[in-house]
């Protein structure tokens, strides 16, 4: 789909990049100063937040943590929590909700009462929320190191799994595949990809987001000059960081074979 502009302030601005069932992403840019909504909970779905540019000051019912460009945050349902720019600068950041409970068409609603509609928000309950350690926020783990492409893990939870990579030119392409029970979406960072999804082939630079539906044939490849950094979004996560484990430490075609077994990835075919 193409972004959606949902308000261009001084204050704020906010696009939408992802609409889906499954995942709900947008870009936001606050001002300093700028705050999110009171402190509240989902029920249904998870809250995540990776942070392109600035400081996101994330509250939390045991205190608050400040993290910066590359931090990645998921909060799970029914843990309490907001957020805010603490400044100087601009804080920019994508908006990731899984599932996506039209979160979208919410968004659109704060500021034209013509798209208004209900959402998985809810206040603070009075006795308090979830554990707030159950919060995943931090740079992430790296999984693989190698001169052709590294992984690093940045959070794995029921809702989603998220990992950053780095693929070199003409670096290694997963073999076309699909997922049958969830779907996966891709973010360019840095460089450029090539997808390949059901048939089709598109060129994706930094910037572009590709979301990959349930039960679609996908691949990806690194056509480009320089490095190219992605994210890799997969929602639900269906073990997305045992999978990447078990794929990174696999030392025969059989290794790799059971761990795609063991993950929600069958080869095209």
Known sequence: MESILVVDKPERTIHIHVASDELVVTETRYAAGERGPELHVHHQHADCFYVLEGAIT???EDGERTLG???????PPDVVHT???DGPGDLR?????????GFDRYLQGLYDEEFAVP????????GGGRDPNLVIAGTGV??????????????????????????APGGPSPPPHVHHRHAETFHVLEGEMSFTVDGGETRAGAGDWVHVPPRTVHTFAFP???DARFLSVHTPSFGWGDFLRALHNARSDDDLVAARAAFDQEPAG
Not at 119 to 126: L, S
Not at 142 to 167: H, K, Y
């Open 93 to 101: 950041f994508f908006n990731l909700h899984a599932p996506g409970m």
């Open 83 to 85: 957020f805010r720019n």
């Open 119 to 126: 959402f998985d928000q809810h206040p603070a309950p009075e």
């Open 142 to 167: 790296p999984v693989a190191e190698r001169p052709s492409l590294d992984v690093v893990l940045l959070g794995d939870a029921t809702e989603l799994g998220i990992s950053s990579s780095l693929g």
């Open 69 to 75: 460009p590359g931090s990645f945050v998921l909060v």
């Open 224 to 226: 480009g000059s320089v």
């Open 58 to 60: 994330l509250s939390l």
